[in-house]
C-alpha cells in the first residue's frame, strides 16, 4: 500500500470511479471528479440517519467538537458556540451552516484533543462532543482524562444498504472500472460484505484508493489491482491519488 498517485486507464480511456461514501458527500465528491474529468459512479454503501438527541442549551457549553460533517444538521441551534473540527472539510460545511468560530485539527481525533486541549478550559463549562452512533468515545476519555467535563451526545447513526446496485456489479464483471474510493474504514468493511460473489478476476484492473491505512486494511482481503492510500485523511489528498 502506498501514496502514489494512479490515473485510471482502460484501453487508453479514463475509466469509471466509484463512490461509495453515504450523501450528501457522494454527489460532491461526484462534482469534484467531473471537474477532474473523470466520470464517476455514485453508490454509497452506507446510509446516515439523524438520531433524536438532547442537547444542552448553548448558553451552558464551551464548545462543540464534531469529527464528522455528519453531526453538523444536529448543531444549527448552537451555531453561536465556538466549534473545533477533526477536518478542515468539516470545519468549511460547519462555517456553511453559520458557526463562525471554527477552528480545524486538520487530521484526526488525537489531533482535535490536542486542539481542545490548546483552545479549552478544562474548569469552564462542558464540552459537547456530537457524534455518531457508538464513535467518539476515545475522544471523550482522553477529555475526561486531561480534566475537561464533556457531554457526549449521539446525533445520527449509519446502516449498511444491503447490496450493491447491479449497475455497479456489472461495471465490475464488464471490467469498465477503474478506481473504487473508500472515504472511511466503515465504507471499506461494508464494501468487503457487498461484493461477495464478485468474481476475482472482476478486480484484476481495479485500483483500491483509501483515505487512510485503517481503511486500506480493511480491503486487504480482495484482490484489487492495487491498495493506494492517500497522504492525508481528507478528500484532496484522496483526490489527489487520480492525478
Not at 59 to 77: F, I, R
Not at 97 to 103: R, S
Not at 208 to 236: E, F, G, H, Y
Request: with cysteine; net charge positive; proline share 8%.
Amino acid at each position: 500500500m502506498t501514496a502514489a498517485s494512479v490515473s485510471p486507464q482502460l484501453n487508453g480511456e479514463r475509466a469509471l470511479v466509484l463512490v461509495t461514501r453515504p450523501q450528501p458527500g457522494a454527489t460532491e465528491t461526484a462534482r469534484r471528479l467531473a471537474a477532474m474529468g473523470y466520470e464517476s459512479v455514485v453508490a454509497p454503501v452506507i446510509e446516515v440517519t439523524a438520531l433524536p438527541a438532547r442537547l444542552p442549551r448553548p448558553e451552558k457549553l464551551q464548545a462543540v467538537l464534531v469529527t464528522s460533517g455528519n453531526a453538523l444538521p444536529a448543531l444549527t441551534g448552537h451555531t453561536a458556540l465556538p466549534l473545533l473540527a477533526v477536518g478542515d472539510a468539516t470545519a468549511a460545511k460547519a462555517r456553511a451552516i453559520g458557526f463562525t468560530n471554527v477552528q480545524s485539527a486538520g487530521r484526526d481525533a488525537e489531533a482535535l484533543a490536542a486542539l481542545v486541549a490548546r483552545n479549552c478550559d478544562p474548569a469552564g463549562l462542558p464540552l459537547l462532543v456530537a457524534s455518531q452512533r457508538g464513535q467518539a468515545r476515545p475522544l471523550t476519555r482522553a477529555l475526561r482524562a486531561a480534566g475537561f467535563t464533556v457531554v457526549h451526545r449521539h446525533v445520527y447513526a449509519v446502516q449498511p444498504v444491503t447490496a450493491l446496485p447491479e449497475p455497479v456489479r456489472a461495471a465490475f464483471t464488464e471490467g469498465r472500472l477503474g478506481a473504487v474510493l473508500f472515504f472511511s474504514p466503515a465504507t471499506a468493511r461494508t464494501f468487503v460484505t457487498l461484493a461477495a460473489g464478485l468474481p476475482s478476476a472482476a478486480f484484476a484492473r481495479v485500483e483500491s484508493l483509501a483515505i487512510s491505512k485503517t481503511a486500506a486494511a480493511a480491503l486487504a482481503s480482495l484482490p484489487w489491482q492495487r491498495i493506494r492510500v492517500a497522504s492525508a485523511p481528507n478528500q484532496d489528498q484522496l483526490l489527489g491519488l487520480l492525478s
